[in-house]
């Protein structure tokens, strides 16, 4: 990992109290889970903004698998496939977590299995994954960027009989690290530019489609609700230059190592169970605040960090 993604992953670490604490409070709170899963589609023909995932589910060949990576306890992707039989896994870094959640709050939700963005491939056969949808997750990640490569990895390549290659669908708010005041796990932005889909934050920016050629074509388009959707269809093999599967072990053996470490250091754990003493109490109580004033404090906040 480089120093950067190491910065961005200890940062991480350090948000997973207000995650934890952000989910507990919905699913305890009887108005917000009514809300959540109102427009949760868990149970309901399957739909996604800007694409037809019932004809790609359609196209492809056999019974095919999806996977909602990062997918936290929202449930937002749609479960029906009338054409023919989907299997659906649903993957989480925090799935432990809110696998309890669950439990506790006795929901009849599927469970959710470990995994990581940014080591995906340590989990899936190459070309084993027909789609793979990430939402509001991967502005989340140490490395964005390599959240997708990864993923590509995992993909299907077409085939001769004309069947495209495995699509990475993502649909994300615009610019949320800027409007959290890179706090937590947001330390990334995803945006529109000129039609390009975007990483950027303080430090660096890339253009997607610029960086994935000749293995991926990119459809980015931004939604009426100002969300950023974009279609990544994979057309080639990933080089080894851009992924192989030691490099992602050892990520994933390193990312384990900061955990041990980070955990076992008596301040960092001192700041950790703070965090989670302050946001279990800091949540419920927004949980029934206005979002009109939950937003507007957000935004007070994000201009006390700009200044």
């Not at 950067?4 to 305890?28: C, H, M, Q, V």
């Not at 993923?151 to 069947?163: D, M, Q, V």
Request: a neutral charge; proline letters at 5%; charged letters at 20%.
């Amino acid at each position: 990992m480089t120093h950067t993604e190491r910065d961005s992953f200890n940062r991480w670490l350090k948000g997973i109290p207000y995650e934890i604490a952000f989910w507990k409070s919905y699913y305890g709170h009887k108005s917000s889970l009514e809300q959540l899963f109102s427009w949760s589609s868990y149970g309901e023909e399957c739909q996604l903004d800007n694409f037809d995932i019932q004809a790609y589910a359609a196209s492809c060949p056999g019974k095919p698998r999806f996977v909602d990576l990062g997918c936290s306890l929202s449930y937002t992707f749609g479960t029906e496939f009338p054409s023919k039989p989907v299997y659906i896994e649903r993957i989480d870094p925090l799935a432990t977590f809110y696998n309890r959640i669950l439990d506790k709050s006795r929901i009849d939700r599927p469970k959710i299995k470990f995994g990581m963005i940014e080591n995906i491939s340590t989990i899936y056969e190459p070309g084993s994954i027909d789609l793979i949808h990430i939402r509001n997750a991967l502005d989340h990640c140490a490395n964005p960027m390599l959240g997708i490569i990864e993923s590509l990895a995992c993909l299907r390549n077409g085939n001769n009989e004309g069947a495209g290659g495995g699509i990475l669908y993502l649909h994300h708010h615009r610019n949320e690290a800027e409007g959290e005041a890179y706090r937590g796990f947001h330390q990334y932005n995803i945006d529109s530019r000129n039609g390009q889909l975007v990483l950027w934050n303080r430090d660096a920016c890339i253009d997607v489609a610029d960086a994935l050629k000749g293995i991926a074509t990119v459809q980015c388009s931004v939604t009426e609700h100002n969300h950023i959707v974009a279609v990544i269809q994979k057309t080639g093999n990933v080089p080894p230059s851009m992924h192989s599967p030691e490099a992602s072990a050892r990520r994933a053996a390193e990312m384990l190592e900061m955990t041990i470490k980070a955990f076992n250091s008596p301040l960092f754990a001192l700041k950790y169970h703070m965090a989670v003493f302050t946001s279990s109490l800091a949540h419920p109580v927004m949980r029934r605040i206005p979002r009109r004033l939950v937003d507007t404090l957000k935004a007070f906040l994000a201009k006390r960090h700009h200044t």
